[in-house]
Every structure is written in C-alpha cells, then in structure tokens.
C-alpha cells in the first residue's frame, strides 16, 4: 500500500532528455494501486531519474479500478499504472460501468501478474471455498478473472460453488478476509505476504497457475499522449531506467521497499525483492509488455466478460511506438539482455 501520498508534474519549461529537448507545458498527476509492483516509480523518484528528464513525480494511490477509470477520463490523472484487462474491459464496453469516449491505451509494462492465491487460516485448500464468499476488485474486470479460472481449475464454478464480493484494491481485499467477508482473494505484494505472516494460507502464485499472464501495465488516454509526445516518451524511458535498476541493483531496491512500505521487515523486503524480479508474476523487464501474456488475458476475457465478446487482437489495447523510441534513448544493461516481450 502507499504510505506516502503522491502527484505528479512536468515542469513547464524545456528539458534535454535522451538526446532530445521536449517542452513540457502540461500539468501531469499519476495514480496507481497500493503494492510492491511500484517500486520502480518509488527507486526512479528516489534517485531523482524523473527530475534527470525534467519530470516532477509524485505517485497518487486509488481504493479501486472503477475510481480509477472515471478520474482518468475526467482528467484528475493523465498517466497510471492498472491492470491491463482495465483498459481493455473499458474499452470493449464491459466495465464494472460504462464510460462514454475511453480511449486510455497502455504503453508499457509493469509486471507479469504479480499475485497470490490468499485463503483464510481455515481454508486450506481449494474444496474448502465451496458456498463462501471471494473478494474482488470489481466484478467485471481485473484480476477478478485471474481468481475465477484458478478456482475452474480445481473444480469451483463462479456463482454455483462461490459468490463475489467487489471490495476494491489490495488492501480491501486484505480487509475483506480479516472481517470474513470473504474467504479467498488474489492479492499483491506486501498484502500477500503480510497475510501470510498472520496465519493466512497461499495457495497459488497467480501467474504460475495460469502459465503466463500481462498484469499491470502503464497507461494513458491516447488524446493526451497525442498532444504530450515528448513527455510520454521522458515518462517511460525514465519507467525502462527504473525497471533495469531493480534487476540490477538488490541492496537499493530493498531499501526503497522498506522506505515506502510501513514497518516492513528485512526478511520480508527480500521475499519480496525476490518475487518481483525473479517470480513467474514479477516486473516486466525493460519495462516491456509480454505479447504472450496478453493472449492469456484475452482468453480470460473471452470466457468471462460480459456482454460477451470474441476477443482476438491483443495490440488493439497498447501501443509500443512510444515504448520503442524511449528505448532507443537507454543503454543496455546487463541485467536487461535476455529480456523478452
């Protein structure tokens, strides 16, 4: 979860950034979910690497992805980090809502489905969830998908073996499992971890039971990247530095964790650590959208959106050209060789 309350800004003033000089003339604000998968915004913030390509960031926390969308399209934020079935479901007209003229596009990626399977102390396995409430984020979107056909796997069909709870983020759905408003909920960094340490049970990494996924990635309205080329570009190069920082950099990443994340422990942090960079979920190195992991959340969609929809061109709902010529203006590194999209 955020402890620290953050927004964002461009200075309105040119900067030198990758060989390039871009004029920032626009006021930005960011938002995001609580976690761990924010660690490369809070190690380039740290480390000053936005204010390198003129870029003020602070980061801003929202209780759910329904907030999340309306505040976008209503202009409070321009940039944010989500789950990309988000920008998907809102753009295909399956949201928890309708919102009239979406046109948010993701740009880059933030990690691979970096989630847990958590259950209550007295769930201990999957037969356990039977005729008891799960908690999601919203209904229609997210994550919640990702719990449904891990619980398809063992033999829980939606509505006939389990009922839904829409509570909002990580730590809501945290909540939602201490008040037993719920018995099961996929859950992020730290809350997964803090669960496990009260007594919860894990019964899942996310990713791995789904054999590939794109989770989070960092997104805009295509409207405002249109008329801010250059600050979209500063932005995810600034986010690729980042990335490659973690993989590369243990001791630093451990510390910005424990700076951000409220009496978070050593052993904790490194499990964490761990999870980010080497766990089936973890960052997306570079920064980069898996191509591969989008066809698992398309295939998701496909069985459990409504209305429904045959889903079938991943590239509809991002765009690499700004990804691509932010890259051109960072080195290779070693932790990055070997990545792939």
Same mark, same amino acid.
């Given at each position: 979860?955020? #402890? ?16 390039g ?16 998968? &924010? ?5 380039a ?6 204010? @390198? ?36 479901? /809102?753009?295909e ?11 948010m ?5 933030? #990690? ?5 399977? %958590? ?5 201990? &396995? ?19 998908? %990702? ?14 073996? /389990?009922?839904? @709870?829409? %509570? ?32 919860? &049970? ?6 791995? @039971?789904?054999g ?6 960092y ?22 530095k980042? #990335? ?11 510390? %910005? ?20 960079? #080497? ?22 969609? &496909? ?13 509809? /709902? ?24």
């Amino acid at each position: 979860m955020f #402890h620290k309350k953050l927004t964002l800004a461009v200075a309105a003033a040119a900067f030198v950034a990758g060989g390039g000089v871009a004029q920032a003339e626009t006021q930005l604000a960011m938002v995001g979910f609580g976690g761990a998968s &924010n660690l490369p915004v809070w190690l380039a913030m740290d480390r000053g690497l936005f204010k @390198a390509e003129g870029i003020d960031l602070t980061l801003e926390a929202t209780r759910g992805s329904i907030a999340q969308m309306k505040n976008m399209m209503s202009g409070k934020y321009q940039v944010a980090s989500t789950s990309i079935d988000n920008v998907i479901a /809102y753009t295909e007209g399956q949201g928890d809502v309708q919102i009239p003229g979406f046109d948010m596009v993701c740009v880059a990626g933030v #990690h691979s489905g970096l989630n847990s399977v %958590v259950t209550r102390p007295e769930i201990k &396995n999957y037969a356990a969830i039977k005729g008891k409430p799960v908690a999601v984020d919203a209904v229609g979107t997210g994550y919640a998908f %990702v719990l449904y056909r891990i619980l398809a796997q063992h033999g829980l069909k939606r509505d006939r073996d /389990y009922s839904i @709870a829409a %509570v909002g983020g990580g730590p809501e759905r945290l909540k939602a499992l201490e008040e037993n408003k719920a018995v099961a909920a996929v859950i992020s960094a730290p809350n997964d971890t803090e669960a496990k340490n009260m007594g919860y &049970n894990i019964l899942a990494d996310a990713a791995a @039971a789904l054999g590939g996924y794109q989770g989070s990635a960092y997104c805009l309205r295509k409207s405002w990247a249109k008329t801010h080329h250059a600050e979209t570009v500063a932005w995810i190069r600034t986010l690729i530095k980042a #990335h490659d920082t973690v993989f590369a950099d243990r001791n630093a990443s451990i510390a %910005v964790l424990k700076s951000h994340i409220k009496n978070l422990s050593d052993a904790d942090a490194a499990t964490i650590y761990t999870s980010l960079t #080497h766990g089936k979920g973890g960052l997306n190195k570079r920064a980069a959208i898996s191509t591969k992991g989008m066809k698992t959340v398309l295939s998701l969609r &496909n069985e459990y959106a409504e209305p429904h929809k045959n889903l079938t061109k991943p590239a509809k /709902y991002y765009d690499l050209s700004y990804w691509k010529e932010a890259l051109k203006g960072v080195g290779t590194t070693k932790s990055a060789q070997g990545s792939k999209m």
